[in-house]
Nanobody
């Protein structure tokens, strides 16, 4: 059973920084893409950043230049470093990953989410 455990959320002042971590376990096949979505109150879930197993990173325009995603494939862990945080970054952040089975089926897994609150 694949599990994703997030950590690092909390309350931070505007302009501050935060580092989210997500450790995945329980897989039989290698994880493909790992990344983060977020959902703010009253809004739809949106992709924040993702990184492929080859290390190619992609960012939402709203966080580009302020965030860095990285992964340690040996540990099946993905990190999101967020700097210059603004109140609009307040959301529940969800870690996700996917894997491709030998039958070419794509399976997506989600963490339970970690709350990030940016407020003075």
């Amino acid at each position: 059973q694949v599990q994703l455990v997030e950590s690092g959320g909390g309350l931070v002042q505007p302009g501050g920084s935060l580092r989210l971590s997500c450790a995945a376990s329980g897989n039989i096949f290698p994880f493909n893409v790992m990344g983060w979505y977020r959902q703010a109150p009253g809004k739809e879930r949106e992709l924040v950043a993702s990184v492929s197993n080859g290390g190619t990173a992609d960012y939402a325009d709203s966080v580009k230049g302020r965030s860095t995603i990285s992964r340690d494939s040996a540990l099946n862990t993905v990190y999101l470093q967020m700097n210059s945080l603004i109140p609009e970054d307040t959301a529940v952040y969800y870690c996700y990953t996917d894997l491709i089975t030998p039958g070419r089926t794509k399976i997506i897994y989600w963490g339970k989410g970690t709350l990030v609150t940016v407020s003075s």
